[in-house]
C-alpha cells in the first residue's frame, strides 16, 4: 500500500514518465481523472488502452473479491404502515406559513392610519375636525388650522396651531416611524 500511496504522489508531482503511466492502467485512470482526457493526448497515452488494461486488471481477480456487499436472505419481515410512528405535526408552522402574525397587520395597519393622519394635519388640518378653538383664546383660530404635535395638550391656546402646509420636525418624526412600521409590517412573515 505505502507503494500505491509513493507511485500516487509521484504522479501528482510529475516525476513519472509517460511510459510508466501507461503501463499501470490504475495511475493512467487516475491520470485521466486529475489531468483530464488532453493530458493523456499529449503524452501519446490513448484511453482505450488504459481502459483496456483496467478491465483486465479486475477481470484477473478471483472470486467475490470485488467489494460487492452479498444481503443475507433471511426473509426478513418489512414494516407495514401501520407499525410506523406517526408522522409529527406540523401546526404550529402552519398558522405562520399562511399569512402575516397578528404583530405585523397591527403595525401594517397603525403605520398605514398614523401616515393617514399626519398627512391629513399638514394639508387640511386637524382644525376642521376639531372644535376647540374660539377667537376669545387666540386671533388666528380661523386660519391656523394645523395641529402642532408636541402641544397637542394645548389645544386650547394659540400655541397648539399653526397654518397648514408648514412642515415641522414631528411631522417629519412622525411621518418616518409611520413608514417604518408599514415596512416592518411587510417584511414580516408571510
Request: negative net charge; contains cysteine; charged residues 25%.
Amino acid at each position: 500500500m505505502a507503494d500505491d500511496d509513493n507511485r500516487l504522489k509521484e504522479l501528482l508531482d510529475g516525476n513519472l514518465s509517460p511510459q510508466e503511466i501507461a503501463d499501470d492502467p490504475v495511475l493512467a485512470s487516475l491520470a485521466e481523472r486529475i489531468y483530464g482526457t488532453d493530458f493523456l493526448d499529449r503524452v501519446g497515452i490513448t484511453r482505450g488502452e488504459t481502459k483496456r488494461a483496467l478491465v483486465e486488471q479486475f477481470s484477473e481477480i478471483e472470486g467475490d473479491d470485488l467489494l460487492i456487499d452479498i444481503l443475507p436472505d433471511d426473509d426478513l419481515p418489512l414494516p407495514m404502515p401501520s407499525d410506523m410512528p406517526p408522522n409529527p405535526s406540523n401546526d404550529e408552522f402552519d398558522d405562520l406559513s399562511t399569512g402575516r402574525s397578528i404583530q405585523d397587520r397591527l403595525r401594517m395597519v397603525g403605520g398605514s392610519l398614523g401616515l393617514l393622519a399626519v398627512i391629513t394635519n399638514l394639508f387640511y388640518g386637524f382644525g376642521n375636525f376639531l372644535s376647540v378653538c374660539a377667537t376669545e383664546v387666540h386671533s388666528t383660530c380661523g386660519e391656523s388650522l394645523k395641529l402642532n404635535w408636541v402641544e397637542f395638550h394645548r389645544m386650547d391656546e394659540h400655541i397648539a396651531w399653526s397654518p397648514t402646509g408648514s412642515i415641522g420636525i414631528p411631522d417629519v418624526i412622525l411621518t418616518i416611524l409611520c413608514i417604518a412600521n408599514i415596512i416592518y409590517g411587510l417584511r414580516g412573515r408571510n
